[in-house]
């Protein structure tokens, strides 16, 4: 079965062709990270413009890419959110103005799902297995149990551990996207040289809002020259701790044979190498590639769904989010 994905939630515009949820025949992201550069984030109003501008021409290259056409897919696959709303209903509208003209089926995508079936790529894992969803907006650990039967154990209280990245890579003077580049930073710093605090929540949950203030209050008693790549390597190996420690735990205290990640966090080097030395319980982790968004993910997402009607959403369990509601609406209406 062969599933068109796309994926336009933030600042990337993004097309895939996956076989059988599984089989990645062409995966395209096209980013937009130098457009937003000079905002210090993502700008709403940008990200629209520029997917709007790519996206005809990204799709039909996919499938010249893969030597296919409409005719020969079997469903289209889009995400419906979490994400920016005036981002999502720029992939939205194409999804559903191609499901119409060639009669094919529409699958609307929850975006963190399609994060965790991002290690569905290229892989024969299968569920049961305890995640480590770990994103910009999102910090969860979720027990799957089946394709598509999850059950969320924790999630972040406040700041997302993305979030916390791209906050303190802004504190450093890094440019956008601050989380990337303090990874980068940090390679070059001593992850001992300053000693920050780890919040006391419920093993199952996360908190990252307190570690923020403290290295913000740091900074300003500093004095002007302090390594900046110390500090950098000194909260990464915090956060990296914190992920380590409590999905180990998890996967401990409910007896999962498997550890999963996922989300853009997932991609981050010294995260993977401590969770791979310190799990005595089988890791796995997404193909770097699959790590941040991209449409490979949504389209072995919409497989997954396929069969489940879209009335009764399998996906709300991730997020009551506004424009996953919004998209959803629109979903059912064109259905």
Same mark, same amino acid.
């Given at each position: 079965?062969?599933?068109?994905?796309?994926?336009?939630?933030?600042?990337?515009?993004?097309?895939?062709?996956?076989?059988?949820?599984?089989?990645?025949?062409?995966?395209?992201?096209?980013?937009?990270?130098?457009?937003?550069?000079?905002?210090?984030?993502?700008?709403?109003?940008?990200?629209?413009?520029?997917?709007?501008?790519?996206?005809?021409?990204?799709?039909?290259?996919?499938?010249?890419?893969?030597?296919?056409?409409?005719?020969?897919?079997?469903?289209?696959?889009?995400?419906?959110?979490?994400?920016?709303?005036?981002?999502?209903?720029?992939?939205?509208?194409?999804?559903?103005?191609?499901?119409?003209?060639?009669?094919?089926?529409?699958?609307?995508?929850?975006?963190?799902?399609?994060?965790?079936?991002?290690?569905?790529?290229?892989?024969?894992?299968?569920?049961?297995?305890?995640?480590?969803?770990?994103?910009?907006?999102?910090?969860?650990?979720?027990?799957?149990?089946?394709?598509?039967?999850?059950?969320?154990?924790?999630?972040?209280?406040?700041?997302?551990?993305?979030?916390?990245?791209?906050?303190?890579?802004?504190?450093?003077?890094?440019?956008?996207?601050?989380?990337?580049?303090?990874?980068?930073?940090?390679?070059?710093?001593?992850?001992?040289?300053?000693?920050?605090?780890?919040?006391? +929540?419920?093993?199952? !949950?996360? $908190?990252?809002?307190? =570690? %923020? &203030?403290?290295?913000?209050?740091?900074?300003?008693?500093?004095?002007?020259?302090?390594?900046?790549?110390?500090?950098?390597?000194?909260?990464?190996?915090?956060?990296?701790?914190?992920?380590?420690?409590?999905?180990?735990?998890?996967?401990?205290?409910?007896?999962?044979?498997?550890?999963?990640?996922?989300?853009?966090?997932?991609?981050?080097?010294?995260?993977?190498?401590?969770?791979?030395?310190?799990?005595?319980?089988?890791?796995?982790?997404?193909?770097?590639?699959?790590?941040?968004?991209?449409?490979?993910?949504?389209?072995?997402?919409?497989?997954?769904?396929?069969?489940?009607?879209?009335?009764?959403?399998?996906?709300? +369990?991730?997020?009551? !989010?506004? $424009?996953?509601?919004? =998209? %959803? &609406?629109?979903?059912?209406?064109?259905?």
């Amino acid at each position: 079965m062969l599933i068109l994905g796309i994926e336009t939630s933030c600042d990337e515009t993004c097309c895939a062709i996956v076989e059988d949820g599984r089989r990645v025949i062409v995966n395209n992201v096209i980013s937009q990270i130098e457009l937003h550069k000079e905002f210090g984030g993502v700008k709403p109003s940008v990200a629209k413009f520029a997917h709007e501008e790519v996206i005809d021409d990204l799709i039909n290259k996919t499938l010249r890419d893969a030597k296919l056409n409409f005719e020969s897919l079997d469903a289209i696959a889009v995400t419906i959110g979490p994400g920016l709303v005036i981002s999502l209903l720029v992939g939205f509208k194409k999804a559903k103005e191609l499901s119409k003209k060639y009669t094919k089926k529409l699958i609307g995508v929850n975006h963190l799902y399609a994060h965790i079936c991002s290690n569905f790529l290229e892989s024969d894992l299968e569920p049961p297995f305890i995640c480590l969803l770990a994103s910009g907006g999102h910090t969860q650990i979720i027990n799957v149990k089946t394709f598509t039967d999850y059950e969320i154990l924790g999630s972040t209280l406040d700041d997302a551990c993305g979030e916390a990245f791209d906050k303190i890579g802004r504190l450093l003077g890094l440019s956008y996207p601050g989380g990337p580049n303090l990874e980068i930073l940090a390679t070059s710093g001593n992850p001992e040289a300053f000693i920050l605090p780890e919040a006391k +929540v419920n093993p199952y !949950d996360f $908190s990252f809002s307190g =570690l %923020k &203030t403290a290295v913000l209050r740091l900074v300003q008693k500093l004095p002007e020259n302090y390594n900046r790549a110390d500090l950098a390597a000194s909260f990464q190996e915090n956060v990296t701790n914190t992920l380590v420690k409590k999905i180990v735990w998890a996967a401990k205290k409910t007896n999962t044979k498997k550890i999963v990640i996922a989300g853009g966090v997932s991609a981050n080097k010294t995260l993977r190498k401590k969770l791979l030395e310190v799990s005595d319980i089988p890791v796995y982790m997404p193909d770097l590639k699959y790590c941040t968004d991209n449409a490979a993910m949504v389209a072995s997402a919409g497989y997954l769904l396929k069969d489940i009607p879209q009335d009764t959403d399998a996906m709300d +369990v991730f997020a009551k !989010d506004p $424009s996953c509601i919004k =998209l %959803k &609406t629109l979903l059912k209406a064109s259905s």
